[in-house]
């Protein structure tokens, strides 16, 4: 079975905390792909990362960076001196075979100033 | 990327009735994707379109209360029919085009009265 797990349900940090979203997943695939999304208050689905299962190279974007480790099949999403702009709710998702994605519940962020 | 064009971007309609969601994309792709997210829940699959072929439902949702067209590469169309209060939730498309990626529409926002 297929299944993805962000154990985390709420996080709360002040502004400039580092903080991190914890995602572990279940797959038999050799092959396949991780993805993190953010969803503001809006709705809309913003799209951060996408990673394939031979790249397990550590990535960073500005103040984000991804953690990827095969051994423990997690995919952990990183925030460096966080900001009130990034409160929304965080969605970890693999990808299957058949092309559809399978997500967390997700992880609520809320920065506070 | 790939440009997806989802509308209605929100709704309030009464129950009993139907709402077409339709959803176009700005390149050809074989599948597509509808999600349904519930309030303060993850995104679920409810199906995948298909182009020339019937769309395939996840268990718990039905043809008879989502049916969906997919009428070329480029287009399809998720009807809610009959609704209810529990119908209200954000409905997403979605796109694969090489299989590796995921691409989202804006959402709808559906609320049922």
């Known amino acids: 079975a297929q299944k993805v797990t962000q154990a985390q349900t709420e996080i709360s940090v002040v502004e400039k905390e580092d903080v991190t979203l914890d995602c572990v997943y279940e797959t038999r695939d050799t092959t396949y792909y991780l993805f993190w999304y953010k969803q503001p208050p809006s709705g809309e689905l913003v799209f951060l990362i996408r990673?394939?299962?031979?790249?397990?190279q550590n990535e960073i974007s500005g103040r984000y960076s991804w953690n990827f480790q095969k051994s423990t099949s997690s995919f952990n999403f990183t925030i460096t001196a966080s900001q009130v702009v990034d409160s929304a709710v965080y969605f970890c998702a693999l990808k299957r075979s058949q092309g559809n994605l399978i997500f967390g519940k997700g992880t609520k962020l809320s920065v506070k100033p | 990327s790939a440009v997806i064009s989802q509308k209605p971007s929100r709704d309030i309609c009464q129950r009993g009735t139907s709402l077409t969601i339709q959803c176009q994309v700005d390149s050809q792709v074989t599948m597509m994707f509808w999600y349904r997210q519930q309030p303060g829940q993850s995104l679920t699959l409810i199906a995948t379109a298909n182009q020339g072929s019937e769309a395939t439902y996840e268990s718990g949702f039905v043809i008879d209360k989502f049916p969906i067209s997919r009428p070329n590469l480029t287009f399809s169309t998720l009807t809610v029919s009959n609704m209810s209060p529990e119908d209200s939730s954000i409905y997403l498309c979605?796109?694969?085009?090489?299989?590796?990626?995921?691409?989202f529409g804006q959402g709808t926002r559906l609320t049922v009265v």
């Open positions: 979605s796109v694969d085009r090489e299989r590796t990626e995921a691409f």
């Open positions: 990673r394939n299962s031979f790249d397990e």
